[in-house]
Nanobody
Framework: VQLQASGGGLVQAGDSLRLSCVVS????????MGWFRQAPGKEREFVVA?????SRVEDVKGRFTISRENAKNTIYLQMNRLKPEDTAVYYC??????????????????WGQGTLVTVSS
């Protein structure tokens, strides 16, 4: 399974941005899929996830939303009202074992290469 993330860039505070993650070698509808981020000097942290069943786990106070398009084997991260503290490398990940702990990075088996999001104030 390979994941290719894209869509990062430099935006201003308050802007929106959508990241994409194309998956090959497996079907996203069979996996839990997640987005994580890692800011400079910080540990990788959970952002959002969508389980194989379609249920979502979204923590960033409603600003970030995950979705998937099965026909394109692609997941998306819609980020609204971006803040400078959202600056990080964003990673998509696939949990092929369908773990219960979708917020844990250790549950994920495959990772994309990351895409950098920089939010200026």
């Amino acid at each position: 399974v390979q994941l290719q993330a894209s869509g990062g860039g430099l935006v201003q505070a308050g802007d929106s941005l959508r990241l994409s993650c194309v998956v090959s070698g497996g079907s996203i509808k069979n996996y839990n899929m997640g987005w994580f981020r890692q800011a400079p000097g910080k540990e990788r942290e959970f952002v959002v996830a969508i389980r194989w069943s379609g249920s979502r786990v979204e923590d960033v106070k409603g600003r970030f939303t995950i979705s998937r398009e099965n026909a394109k084997n692609t997941i998306y991260l819609q980020m609204n009202r971006l803040k400078p503290e959202d600056t990080a490398v964003y990673y998509c990940a696939a949990d092929v074992r369908r773990s219960v702990a979708v917020r844990s990075a250790g549950s994920y088996d495959y990772w994309g290469q990351g895409t950098l999001v920089t939010v200026s104030s």
